[in-house]
């Protein structure tokens, strides 16, 4: 969990509230677990009824939000007023509207909690924290911008995730889940606990484990693609080539195509290194120690101007798929020549 996050979490659980928050994130899977922690401790359940009110951007616009945030709570202490996608409330561009958040951002009402969830995954530019109206937020409140997970911090997200969950887990289980969901936090979050509630007490969360419970083909997945890639074992990368061409919805050659550009990255990263030693090349890829000799065997299998060439093959590969040079080329195909380059 980001720091940030996590401390913001601790002051809700703890009922240390503000009067105003705006949180605003590429990452939806974190503004819906703040939102639903402060929905747990803000009002209790016998008063949500009355004085908890849960608005979507699409269906309001500023005046309303200001004016539920200005009424007084029904026989209790406070009222929520909590509006998700907040980015598509009417008029929010509107100076005269900013004007409106700014007033009330600075002089909030003591017995109201507003929170404005801003998600900028849609393509909206989120919000400008230079603005006069952000900054009340933050003056008077709590003003939070959350990053998108990057990708080398995916398997350890994993990880502590589980581990909050009170679930051991394998390095190679939080490798597999990572490579074949992405950074889908939400996804990845649900597909985790779907495999906790089906675990023996005690039991640990296998590479099999998952390969059983969220669907990913033991023998045909990028995982051991790229095992058979080093190993260069020609027909078995074939095999997973044809299996993962028949099932382009399962695989999106997209996804295929940046695991693997994200693997040879990191063998050319292993092959450049001065420090060869398990600890500092798990700090150099920022990898589990454990899959360091994964790294050191491609670096072995591949030199380092054949590492070279296979990145250029993966980016022509990519270009490839977006139409460029060969649009009439399928997806199976661009793939099928890509481990031909890779194996020749």
């Not at 295929?256 to 994200?262: C, D, K, N, R, S």
Request: a neutral charge.
């Amino acid at each position: 969990m980001i720091p940030a996050v996590e401390s913001l979490l601790k002051e809700i659980r703890n009922k240390r509230l503000s009067p105003v928050y705006l949180i605003h994130s590429d990452e939806p899977y974190y503004l819906d677990v703040i939102a639903d922690q402060l929905e747990q401790v803000a009002v209790p359940v016998a008063e949500k009824g009355f004085n908890q009110f849960i608005l979507f951007g699409k269906d309001t616009d500023v005046g309303t939000v200001i004016n539920y945030a200005r009424r007084y709570p029904f026989m209790a202490e406070r009222q929520l007023v909590l509006v998700k996608e907040a980015q598509q409330i009417a008029g929010l561009n509107d100076k005269s509207n900013q004007q409106l958040l700014e007033d009330y951002a600075l002089n909030p009402l003591s017995s109201t909690i507003l929170m404005l969830c801003v998600n900028k995954e849609d393509g909206k530019s989120g919000v400008d924290e230079r603005k006069a109206w952000v900054k009340a937020f933050g003056n008077k409140g709590v003003l939070l911008g959350i990053k998108k997970l990057y990708e080398n911090k995916l398997v350890d997200w994993i990880a502590d995730y589980c581990h909050k969950q009170g679930a051991k887990v394998s390095p190679k289980a939080c490798q597999l889940l990572a490579d074949n969901i992405g950074n889908d936090l939400k996804r990845l979050a649900g597909e985790i606990d779907k495999i906790l509630l089906n675990l023996r007490i005690n039991e640990e969360i296998s590479a099999t484990t998952v390969e059983r419970l969220v669907g990913i083909s033991r023998e045909y997945n990028v995982f051991e693609l790229q095992k058979a890639l080093v190993s260069r074992d020609v027909v078995k990368a074939n095999r997973i080539v044809d299996y993962l061409g028949r099932n382009p919805k399962d695989n999106p050659l997209v996804v295929i195509l940046a695991q693997l550009y994200g693997y040879f990255a990191k063998v050319l990263l292993t092959q450049s290194s001065r420090d060869q030693s398990d600890k500092g090349l798990a700090s150099v890829l920022g990898v589990n120690p454990f899959f360091v000799k994964d790294y050191l065997q491609a670096a072995r299998t591949f030199p380092i101007a054949k590492v070279a060439d296979i990145i250029h093959a993966i980016r022509r590969a990519d270009a490839r798929s977006k139409g460029i040079d060969t649009p009439t080329m399928s997806e199976a195909d661009i793939l099928r020549e890509l481990v031909f380059d890779v194996l020749h």
